[in-house]
């Protein structure tokens, strides 16, 4: 994305909040009437803007609801976390208003944002986002709700139309919000989404035009912009939680069954390969007993000795065919999945009954499915990935610590 689309993001994020403070000025002839108070109070010194929404309590806008309902006007109803408002939401939400008369959004908790999002969203909060939200002139009220899920708010509402993105099916939907629709005979649509738009490619954006502010003449990029970018790998790899737990597993049954580790790797990796091996040998934070475990890397003669007689390609492999037995794990670090010299240590330890761990990062390159089990870290640059393999390997030690301490 040019620099010139991110200031025009930016200005249209800047003129949505502009609005939103239009927004806490309109207080309807109707609401009024209904004795219904906005949860922002209005301000006396900007003129009041004919079209705006409100943001709501789900008490009054329920009364809202009835009042139209008695009115024979159809009332819609959607919702979404709506973090960083965009095109496509905008689009998704003038969709949804055009099915009936009036049109009011649920916007997800800050609490139920990052349940769903992550630990570092929502960008902005509950009621900014609704207020902006609100501003639309498609939107005749918005609610904040507190999820998880929306029953009793579609129950109270009742609406007679509930729009949801394209993404979802009926077979998708939660079965307590399928039924409390159903209950209140409210008519399902699920809307097709604006091509090439999403909160996490804004983010993504944004993101990348901090970093451009970050470039110095001289020092380059800054200290701050590698620290964003290693926390949003950290963030990526969350999901990697369930094969590290089970690596570790896999390590830890190796060793309390008599087993040995092997480790390799090449450059960087090879130092991470040396690193599991010592700690396991010496002690990670706990005095415990010395458990067994090689680096393959360390040994500088028979590198040598193996590189000149049978190629670089075989350094390791050869040593796994010497030390290996069935009952021992191979640990292989490699950030591109690609090494030569690992993917055939990796077939030498299949072949002698080892199970073998891999720790790669982007598509995990040649090594893929090679290894009885696999820890890819989601990231394309090899300083991150290495970052997330000793974090995991740190992970294990603590683990190996705790059972031997």
């Known amino acids: 994305m040019l620099v010139s689309d991110h200031r025009l ?57 009835k009042q139209w309902r008695y009115n024979n006007e159809k009332v819609v109803l959607t919702n979404g976390c709506f973090d960083l408002l965009h095109a496509g939401h905008v689009a998704y939400l003038e969709q949804s208003s055009r099915l009936g008369d009036h049109l009011i959004v649920l916007v997800n908790s800050d609490e139920s944002v990052k349940e769903l999002k992550g630990p570092d969203r929502p960008v902005n909060a509950e009621f900014d986002r609704a207020s902006v939200i609100s501003a639309l002139k498609c939107v005749d009220a918005a609610v904040v709700f507190r999820g998880p899920r929306l029953i009793e708010e579609i129950t109270c509402l009742a609406p007679d139309i509930y729009t949801k993105a394209g993404d979802y099916t009926l077979e998708t939907l939660h079965p307590g919000e399928l039924l409390a629709l159903q209950q209140v005979n409210a008519y399902i649509r699920f809307l097709p989404f604006l091509p090439g738009y999403s909160t996490t490619k804004s983010i993504a954006s ?50 309390r069954n008599g087993g040995k580790l092997l480790t390799c790797g090449n450059g960087g990796s090879a130092a991470d390969a040396m690193h599991l091996a010592e ?12 458990l067994p475990a090689i680096s393959l890397n360390s040994d500088t003669t028979s590198i040598t000795c193996i590189g000149n007689d049978f190629g670089f390609d075989f350094i390791y492999s050869r040593a796994v ?35 073998t761990i891999l720790l790669t990062g982007k598509d995990g390159g040649r090594a893929k499915g090679k ?7 989601p990231s394309d640059n090899t300083a991150r990935i290495q970052e997330v393999h000793t974090m995991v390997l740190h992970q294990w030690l603590e683990r190996v610590d705790e059972a031997y301490a």
């Open 9 to 65: 993001f930016i200005t249209v994020v800047l003129q949505c909040f502009r609005s939103a403070d239009l927004l806490l000025v309109e207080v309807s002839a109707r609401t009024q009437r209904l004795g219904i108070t906005p949860l922002f109070q209005p301000r006396q010194d900007i003129e009041m803007k004919d079209s705006a929404g409100m943001v709501l309590a789900i008490e009054d806008a329920a009364l809202l609801c």
């Open 321 to 355: 065919e010497a030390l290996g037995k069935p009952g021992d794990l191979l640990v292989c670090f490699t950030t591109s999945g690609n090494s030569h010299n690992v993917l055939n240590a990796i077939d030498a330890a299949n072949q002698r009954g080892l199970k």
């Open 371 to 377: 290894a009885t089990v696999e820890v890819v870290v």
């Open 206 to 255: 944004i993101g990348s035009l901090e970093s451009m502010s970050y470039k110095d003449g001289k020092d380059g990029l800054r200290f701050a912009t590698t620290l964003r970018e290693v926390r949003t790998v950290i963030e990526r790899s969350h999901s990697l939680d369930p094969v590290v737990q089970s690596t570790g597993d896999i390590l830890l049954e190796c060793l």
């Open 279 to 290: 700690e396991l040998v010496g002690r990670y934070s706990r005095n415990r007993v010395a």
